[in-house]
């Protein structure tokens, strides 16, 4: 598909949040305007409390913008009750944390198992949770639970728990930010296969260079904006060659 | 889900087990303490019924219960009894509570008392209650290891065993009337009058004592329903129903606190399950079946506790009555279940309405 014709599966207009407690206000977006297509890989930049982890949010329809419209997938979440949001989430949405957010008392294959439950009809279009496992290198370890798995391996079931619904986006939030650097490159190069084999929507928040150059597209921000210096990279086939 | 669910049950061994005994105890409370309270009453009402006569003559306000009696009915109210029309037999009987064994002695005439219906029937020994005899009932003679001719000190004085009778009569232990009322220091004065009347219209036979005796109590035994109808029961139902709520709050409170600390627990899972796209029904499910599963423990557990009590407690004391049917049961187990899950509801509507942002960020 080209890249003029590539549907845009999120969009913000004059997106705004403004926090409140009491009278003071903190306004962590100003007006931010962002189109991402499908199939696309986008890494958000930036010093902490630039928004980024904002933007994600409301982006993942866990909050509602003071202002302005978000359209995800053509849906204008902005609009919709919490149960339109809910349905978002599950349908569309898969989250990834920098802290994994796994259930400690599910064995790894619960914790994906869990997520097909709530999407409701996980056992039709989406991959097994063993298949889902084994392409990330996990099958030997569905019977454990997350504190028997390492940082890495738990990363990773997050991933499998994410993808596991063909969600139309994947929302990353740090998602190396609590590995050591072999295991962020593992899961770096598993996101960059999910975007480029099945074709998966990513946006990742990450403060690292070299985990935002894995993606096909950098967006700075600082002071809730989008800087228009953001870059847009072309994947390098001997960059797989570090992992 | 459910494994989500049973893998919490699981992850918090105490917090389950503390639960899961304290729905037990709520359904014990209310099946053994009710079940006592129920079956004493029961008992005791079959076999005042069992006495044989129709109808019972008390001053007005009186309970069946002679323990709260005094002896305040004079004597000669028998030949006005038996002046009415249709009354063939009136019977006194001086009650007495003996503290020692907790249970009531009955002073009567025995000549008099063996012609209703429900006559003592002499098992073992000499038919026979002259001053210092004493008849106790097998269940007595079994629980303190009695045999004719053997002694017995009752209110601070020694009978001897004349004979045993048949479980059935409204107490197990009959010393004669005269005795009593000495010992009682309450001379021509009873308790209650048994009358039998002829056979024949009952309602006619009631309407006549209730003009003859204004001031007095007239209860009927021929029907159970009328026996309780008739009968004044102080505190009875309101004792139940302080165990059946203190019980079912039990219950309430308990899985109240332990969901309610659960969600606090567990505030960041619920961040988790709502970036996930779960509902809020799905997270109010999810506790309230947490809850139920472990209410569900508690009540099966409680209901089988409760039968061995029950058995223990007949096998130790004989003569007390533990009441426990199937109604009984459903009741305590519908109630430990209703309660706990009620007392699941405000902690999965509050788990249910956080904020998945902030709700995640919780450390």
Request: net charge positive; proline share 3%.
């Amino acid at each position: 598909m080209g890249e003029s014709v590539r549907p845009h599966v999120i969009e913000t207009v004059d997106l705004t949040m403004i926090y409140k407690s009491g009278k003071v206000e903190a306004c962590a977006l100003r007006g931010v305007n962002l189109v991402v297509k499908e199939g696309e890989f986008v890494a958000v930049m930036g010093p902490s409390g630039c928004g980024k982890s904002t933007l994600l949010h409301l982006l993942g329809g866990l909050m509602r913008p003071t202002r302005g419209r978000i359209f995800i997938d053509g849906t204008d979440i902005g609009r919709l009750g919490d149960a339109g949001l809910t349905e978002v989430r599950r349908k569309k949405i898969g989250y990834v944390f920098q802290r994994f957010n796994l259930f400690p008392t599910l064995t790894a294959k619960g914790n994906i198992e869990l997520a097909k439950k709530i999407h409701g009809n996980g056992h039709l279009n989406a991959r097994g949770a063993e298949e889902i496992l084994e392409m990330l290198g996990l099958k030997d370890k569905v019977a454990f639970r997350p504190p028997e798995l390492s940082g890495g391996e738990q990363q990773r079931v997050a991933i499998a728990r994410a993808v596991i619904n063909q969600p139309r986006i994947i929302l990353a939030d740090e998602p190396t930010g609590s590995l050591d650097s072999r295991n962020a490159r593992m899961v770096l190069r598993m996101m960059r296969e999910l975007n480029e084999k099945l074709n998966q929507t990513i946006v990742m928040i990450t403060h690292d260079h070299e985990a935002a150059a894995m993606a096909s597209r950098i967006i700075e921000m600082r002071d809730g904006q989008i800087l228009h210096r953001a870059q847009h990279f072309a994947y390098e086939p001997e960059f797989e060659g570090l992992f | 889900m459910e494994s989500l669910i049973t893998a919490n049950i699981r992850s918090r061994p105490t917090r389950t087990l503390i639960s899961v005994l304290a729905v037990a105890l709520g359904i014990i409370l209310m099946l053994i303490v009710g079940g006592i309270a129920t079956g004493t009453l029961n008992d005791y009402l079959q076999r005042t019924r069992m006495v044989g006569a129709d109808f019972i003559l008390q001053p007005s306000g009186s309970t069946v219960f002679y323990a709260f009696s005094g002896a305040s009915l004079p004597i000669k109210l028998v030949d006005k009894l038996l002046e009415v029309p249709g009354i063939r037999a009136a019977v006194p009987v001086l009650a007495k509570f003996n503290s020692s064994d907790f249970g009531l002695v009955f002073g009567v005439d025995l000549e008099k008392y063996n012609r209703l219906s429900g006559r003592l029937k002499v098992v073992e020994g000499k038919e026979s209650l002259q001053a210092d005899e004493v008849i106790v009932d097998e269940l007595f003679a079994k629980s303190h290891q009695l045999s004719p001719g053997m002694k017995l000190t009752l209110l601070n004085h020694t009978f001897t065993v004349s004979a045993i009778c048949r479980v059935g009569s409204v107490v197990r232990v009959f010393v004669s009337l005269g005795t009593l009322q000495e010992l009682n220091g309450t001379p021509d004065k009873v308790t209650a009058i048994f009358i039998q009347a002829d056979k024949g219209d009952l309602s006619l036979a009631y309407e006549r004592l209730r003009v003859a005796f204004p001031g007095f109590a007239i209860i009927r035994t021929s029907d159970a329903s009328l026996l309780l109808q008739d009968t004044s029961m102080p505190g009875f139902k309101e004792f139940l129903l302080t165990v059946i709520l203190v019980s079912t709050l039990l219950s309430f409170m308990v899985i109240l606190l332990a969901m309610y600390t659960t969600i606090f627990e567990r505030t960041r899972e619920i961040g988790i399950l709502k970036s996930l796209g779960a509902s809020r029904w799905f997270i109010v499910g999810m506790i309230l079946k947490e809850s139920v599963i472990i209410c569900g423990f508690g009540v099966l557990f409680g209901a089988g506790a409760s039968a061995v009590i029950r058995k223990a407690i007949i096998a130790a004391f004989p003569t007390m009555q533990v009441s426990m049917s199937a109604r009984d049961l459903l009741f305590a187990c519908a109630m430990g279940l209703g309660s706990g899950t009620l007392g699941a509801i405000y902690p999965a509507y509050k788990a249910a309405r956080q904020d998945p942002v902030t709700a995640l960020s919780y450390e």
